[in-house]
């Protein structure tokens, strides 16, 4: 419990604000406590990077967030060679850092990276807490703040964008969903200005807008979306407008579905 104590003495940062959906908060600090790698799933713009981020503060660790890409390979996370003047120098990527240094890693939609990725954390992941870097010939141990979180949106019908179960059976995992509505309400209300009052029929509507996923749009309106909508309708726009430019386009692309989203909108809002 000490390196708990002791980096909440370093916490002078301010922490990003953060309401809970259920136990995730105490799960990551015993996760962390325990040394445990952490895997968020859930949909876009529900709170996984906001959740990291309060986390990291308030536990007082050093956050390195890496968003992963179809290009991004192992070699961006540990590091390479490079030319410097004449010189080549080794050059550490986010994940070695965070292993010398301590500290957590996120890396945001773990899927998305190159296959080569899970072959570098499969050793961080399990009780060896290595990362070996073949090109500098050095075994790092993760000391013991070291701490690597990763997310994905299993949401995705991509098979080729599964998280593979060798992979996924190396962390404890927290599964996102859309807040219950009172939070979802008191979230969109602080993070737009926003008075709780209006904010709740915009939530409303984004309730009975996911229910329609899977029939006519892929994805439910996130927490992100209705932040964006409450923000432009604090900021003057018309209810309707702003229903429309941050909860309904961002959805679809089909004009008939727009239409009938619309009309969903037209029952919930005045
Ligand atoms: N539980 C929550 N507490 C505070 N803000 C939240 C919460 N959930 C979502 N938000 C808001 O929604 C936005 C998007 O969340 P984010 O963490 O970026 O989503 P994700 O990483 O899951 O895509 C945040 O910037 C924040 O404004
Ligand atoms: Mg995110």
């Given at each position: 419990m000490n390196l708990?104590?002791?980096?909440?003495?370093?916490?002078?940062?301010?922490?990003?604000?953060?309401?809970?959906?259920?136990?995730?908060?105490?799960?990551?600090?015993?996760?962390?406590?325990?040394q445990l790698p952490l895997l968020l799933k859930g949909p876009t713009g529900c709170g996984k990077t906001r959740f990291v981020s309060h986390m990291a503060a308030r536990l007082?660790?050093?956050?390195?967030?890496?968003?992963?890409?179809?290009?991004?390979?192992?070699?961006?996370?540990?590091?390479?060679?490079?030319?410097?003047?004449?010189?080549?120098?080794?050059?550490d990527g986010?994940?070695?850092?965070?292993?010398?240094?301590?500290?957590?890693?996120?890396?945001?939609?773990?899927?998305?990276?190159?296959?080569?990725?899970?072959?570098?954390?499969?050793?961080?992941?399990?009780?060896?807490?290595?990362?070996?870097?073949?090109?500098?010939?050095?075994?790092?141990v993760a000391p013991p703040g070291f701490m690597l979180v990763v997310s994905y949106n299993p949401g995705y019908q991509n098979l080729l964008k599964a998280l593979k179960p060798s992979t996924k059976q190396r962390f404890v995992s927290i599964e996102f969903g859309f807040l219950p509505k009172a939070q979802e309400i008191a979230v969109v209300s602080a993070e737009s200005g926003l008075d709780e009052a209006r904010v709740a029929p915009l939530v409303e509507l984004a309730r009975r807008l996911r229910q329609l996923k899977d029939q006519d749009i892929e994805e439910g309106v996130s927490t992100r979306l209705l932040v964006y909508c409450a923000a432009l309708v604090d900021s003057g726009m018309p209810v309707r407008e702003a229903v429309k430019a941050a909860m309904i386009e961002p959805l679809t692309d089909d004009p008939d579905v727009k239409v009938a989203l619309l009309e969903v909108a037209s029952g919930v809002i005045a």
């Open positions: 708990l104590s002791s980096a909440r003495e370093r916490a002078h940062v301010e922490i990003p604000p953060y309401i809970p959906g259920g136990n995730e908060c105490a799960l990551f600090e015993m996760a962390w406590t325990r007082g660790l050093p956050l390195s967030t890496v968003s992963c890409h179809d290009d991004l390979a192992a070699a961006d996370l540990t590091g390479r060679y490079l030319l410097k003047g004449g010189d080549t120098v080794w050059v986010p994940l070695t850092k965070s292993v010398r240094d301590g500290g957590i890693c996120y890396l945001d939609e773990i899927v998305e990276a190159r296959k080569d990725v899970a072959v570098v954390l499969h050793p961080l992941t399990d009780d060896r807490r290595i990362l070996p870097l073949e090109r500098t010939g050095e075994n790092l």
